[in-house]
Structures are given as C-alpha cells and as structure tokens.
C-alpha cells in the first residue's frame, strides 16, 4: 500500500487557531457541537461562521448517513476517488475505512489507495471511480459516456445521482480542508478527537443500511 494514502488513521492540525469552549459564541459551540466530528480541529475551525458549518453538516449527512438510495459503501467509494485524486490523504483515510466497512472489499480498496484510480477493478466499481474522477478533476469531464457506463451496470437515474453529489461533495471539501491545515500521524493531542470519531464510525456502521 502506498505509504501516503491509507486506511489508517490520520490527524488533522488547522494553521489557525480552531474555535473552543472558552473562545467560541453560543452559536459558535452549538454548530461545532452538532457536526459529524465535534472535537475535530477542522469542523472548530469552520465553526468560526457557524451558519456555514450547519449547513454543510446538514448536506453531509443528507449525502453519506442513513437513507434509501445507492449502498453507503458505494457512496464512500465516490468520496474516496475524490479525496484519493485531490491528495487529502486524512479524507482518504477516513473515507476508505467506511468503503470497507459497507462493502468488505478491503483488497480492492487497498489496490485503489496504492495504485491510484486507473486501477484494474470490475465493471460496476469501474463505472463509480471514473465517474467520480471525472468531476474531481473538472466537472465538465462527467459526460454522458459516464452515464451511459453507469446505467450498463444496473444503476438507476437516482443512483447516479447519489455517485455525482458524493463525489462532488468531497472534490469541494478536500479542498477546503487542505487550504486550512494539514494532516498528520496522530499524536497524544489528538486522542479526543480520534475518539470521538471512532464512535461516530461505529454508530454509523450499526445504523446504515
């Protein structure tokens, strides 16, 4: 496996200072609070405009949590393509554990983080990677060939759109995360924020379907 993306976990360190309960407004703490990583750095730091930080809670887990549609582990598939193809190697991380855990194909995933998204895979997982890596790298390169690959393997327009707001959803958010901070082997500083996501992971995998 690549030395750089990996399932393993990551830590993320913000360049400026993250909002706290001893700095942070009512409305401030309270959007941090109800976000999908509460002691994370990042989602502290974008509680400085906490309109903003409700509103991409809410289109994230309107996009990834539980919801009939397309499997969770295709969707963190999508999300792990974008994040792989944009280098956030924390997004990755994350979002490759969660490709695992939905679709046990820890082998495929591991060839995908080593190898890059051009990576041999079967028709259907072919059909996702391209689609998601087409609009990472520009959104006007999703075409209708994408479609058109991806109605020949059993997707349904709904599906289809489930793949476009995954991908898309994490080409933005790598972005944004890897102009305000940088990721890291975690350390000691980082075991309350580790924690607190390894129970929100393991929430998730008991509540999706």
């Known amino acids: 496996m690549s030395a750089h993306f990996t399932t393993a976990e990551r830590a993320w360190h913000a360049w400026i200072e993250p909002v706290g309960p001893e700095t942070g407004s009512p409305e401030q703490i309270a959007a941090y609070e109800s976000s999908v990583w509460p002691d994370s750095p990042y989602f502290r ?113 709904s599906d289809i759109q489930d793949i476009v707001e995954s991908a898309s959803f994490f080409a933005w958010a790598n972005r944004l995360m890897m102009s305000m901070g940088e990721s890291a082997p975690p350390g000691e500083e980082d075991a309350e924020a580790l924690a607190n996501q390894r129970a929100a992971d393991a929430l998730a995998a008991r509540t999706d379907t």
């Open 45 to 157: 730091l974008l509680a400085w405009h906490p309109a903003a930080l409700e509103a991409r809670t809410a289109l994230d887990r309107a996009i990834f949590l539980a919801r009939p549609g397309l499997p969770r582990g295709e969707r963190e598939l999508a999300a792990t393509v974008a994040s792989r193809l944009n280098g956030c190697d924390l997004c990755t991380s994350v979002h490759s554990r969660f490709t695992v855990t939905f679709t046990k194909r820890e082998e495929d995933v591991d060839r995908l983080l080593a190898e890059g998204v051009d990576v041999e895979l079967d028709k259907r997982w072919r059909a996702i990677v391209d689609a998601a890596a087409a609009l990472t790298a520009s959104p006007p390169r999703f075409a209708a060939h994408h479609v058109t690959a991806l109605e020949a393997v059993g997707f349904s327009r």
